[in-house]
């Protein structure tokens, strides 16, 4: 017996079990396993849970305010809902409204791109239109439109499909997100496990919460500009693109520089001339500067304590999981894993090795509530 707890006791420095290790990584792969089965039924309520935190953010700050403060707060609670599901149907809308316009455009694009290779080309002493022939009979036999307009048809109607469920989960779960103290206190029989439960969800939901509204709110403002910049320069589909730099804007580091790509691109076969596409990248690419190095940091400051690295490996671990969904959770999905871990003392080497300032992980015993500001 005593040899036996002399090799337990050996496992064991510091409050850490070594043996917790190879059962943590064990873990971590089935559960990598299960969200890569499971992703489409997984995705929506993920989208959900995202959402309902933006508006429980949303509910707070507006009962904030003087004149609706003494609103009842489940008219405000409706109120916000019905307008998020409003947003949602005017986005699908703009998105198929927008698939037919550009399909009527794209004759007049192919003209333009056309005439700009040419004249770039006769510059060169090439034959710009001999060139220009011979590469559209490549690529008209390498790409077939009709595969083309089918995936585009489903993908569209797919992402229906996703933006009407997100609207159902997101209705239940504002309905029911009251009701989960009640059920903490009765699946944890002692009232300490329920005490330290009910402290990792308030973390999670405060951290998380706050990071996710406030990131809102720089996407709605940087989307904003953007627009204001491609309606000056009268770029096609403007709001679309807007929508789409603000919703990439969730995807660090890369995502908003992505989502200038497609008005940039676009402009260059809606003009044809590519000082004009110059001049639209840099203005766009300034707002996303502004925002990246100024903006953005004074605004959410230390709300993630993530490592810059960490978060460039879970861009690169979710995006390979899930593509760009995985890439827009990447920063919240693994934000819960640390403050999850960090409410154990057996896992908390986990926020220790994964955070920017182990300073601001608190200690296990005394509860997630524990960790610095």
């Given at each position: 017996?005593?040899?036996?707890?002399?090799?337990?006791?050996?496992?064991?420095?510091?409050?850490?079990?070594?043996?917790?290790?190879p059962?943590?990584?064990?873990?971590?792969?089935?559960?990598?396993?299960?969200?890569?089965?499971?992703?489409?039924?997984?995705?929506?309520?993920?989208?959900?849970?995202?959402a309902?935190?933006?508006?429980?953010?949303?509910?707070?700050?507006?009962?904030?305010?003087?004149?609706?403060?003494?609103?009842?707060?489940?008219?405000?609670?409706?109120?916000?809902?019905?307008?998020?599901?409003?947003?949602?149907?005017?986005?699908?809308?703009?998105?198929?409204?927008t698939?037919?316009?550009?399909?009527?455009?794209?004759?007049?694009?192919?003209?333009?791109f056309?005439?700009?290779?040419?004249g770039?080309?006769?510059?060169?002493?090439?034959?710009?239109?001999?060139l220009?022939?011979?590469?559209?009979?490549?690529?008209?036999?390498?790409v077939?439109?009709?595969?083309?307009?089918g995936?585009?048809?489903?993908?569209?109607?797919?992402?229906?499909?996703l933006?009407?469920?997100?609207?159902?989960?997101?209705?239940?779960?504002?309905?029911?997100?009251?009701?989960?103290?009640?059920?903490?206190?009765?699946?944890?029989?002692?009232?300490?496990?329920?005490?330290?439960?009910?402290?990792?969800?308030?973390?999670?939901?405060?951290?998380?919460?706050?990071?996710?509204?406030?990131?809102?709110?720089?996407?709605v403002?940087?989307?904003?500009?953007?627009?204001?910049?491609?309606?000056?320069?009268?770029?096609?589909?403007?709001?679309?693109w807007?929508?789409?730099?603000?919703?990439?804007?969730?995807?660090?580091?890369?995502g908003?520089?992505?989502?200038?790509?497609?008005?940039?691109?676009?402009?260059?076969a809606?003009?044809?001339?590519?000082?004009?596409?110059?001049?639209?990248?840099?203005?766009?690419?300034?707002?996303?500067l502004?925002?990246?190095?100024?903006?953005?940091?004074k605004?959410?400051?230390?709300?993630?304590?993530?490592?810059p690295?960490?978060?460039?490996?879970?861009?690169?671990?979710?995006?390979a999981?899930?593509?760009?969904?995985?890439?827009?959770?990447?920063?919240?999905?693994?934000?819960?894993?640390?403050?999850?871990?960090?409410?154990?003392?057996?896992?908390?080497?986990?926020?220790?090795?994964?955070?920017?300032?182990a300073?601001?992980?608190?200690?296990?015993?005394?509860?997630?509530?524990?960790?610095?500001?």
């Amino acid at each position: 017996m005593d040899n036996g707890g002399s090799a337990l006791r050996a496992h064991r420095r510091d409050g850490v079990s070594w043996l917790a290790i190879p059962a943590a990584l064990l873990t971590i792969v089935l559960t990598l396993v299960l969200l890569e089965i499971g992703q489409q039924v997984l995705l929506p309520i993920l989208l959900a849970v995202i959402a309902v935190y933006v508006l429980i953010e949303t509910e707070r700050f507006l009962a904030s305010l003087p004149v609706l403060r003494h609103m009842p707060r489940l008219i405000l609670r409706l109120c916000v809902l019905i307008t998020f599901i409003a947003l949602l149907v005017a986005f699908g809308l703009v998105i198929e409204g927008t698939l037919g316009q550009i399909a009527e455009a794209a004759p007049r694009y192919q003209a333009n791109f056309e005439s700009m290779f040419t004249g770039v080309a006769v510059q060169l002493g090439v034959d710009g239109e001999t060139l220009w022939q011979s590469i559209a009979t490549r690529v008209s036999e390498a790409v077939d439109l009709e595969v083309i307009v089918g995936f585009t048809l489903a993908s569209a109607g797919n992402f229906g499909m996703l933006l009407f469920l997100v609207a159902i989960y997101a209705s239940f779960l504002m309905a029911e997100r009251h009701t989960l103290q009640e059920k903490l206190s009765r699946i944890f029989r002692a009232p300490e496990d329920a005490e330290r439960a009910a402290r990792v969800v308030k973390e999670i939901n405060d951290g998380i919460g706050g990071y996710l509204a406030t990131k809102t709110l720089l996407n709605v403002v940087v989307g904003a500009m953007s627009y204001v910049v491609m309606l000056l320069f009268g770029v096609d589909f403007a709001l679309l693109w807007a929508l789409i730099i603000g919703l990439l804007g969730y995807i660090p580091y890369i995502g908003s520089y992505a989502g200038v790509a497609f008005p940039v691109l676009l402009s260059l076969a809606q003009f044809g001339n590519i000082g004009t596409t110059l001049l639209l990248a840099a203005a766009l690419t300034v707002i996303q500067l502004w925002e990246g190095n100024w903006f953005e940091p004074k605004v959410i400051g230390k709300k993630s304590n993530l490592s810059p690295f960490v978060v460039l490996v879970a861009l690169g671990a979710w995006s390979a999981l899930w593509g760009v969904p995985g890439a827009i959770f990447a920063v919240p999905l693994t934000s819960m894993i640390v403050i999850v871990c960090g409410a154990f003392e057996q896992t908390r080497w986990v926020p220790i090795l994964l955070s920017q300032d182990a300073r601001r992980v608190g200690h296990a015993a005394a509860g997630p509530g524990a960790s610095e500001s």
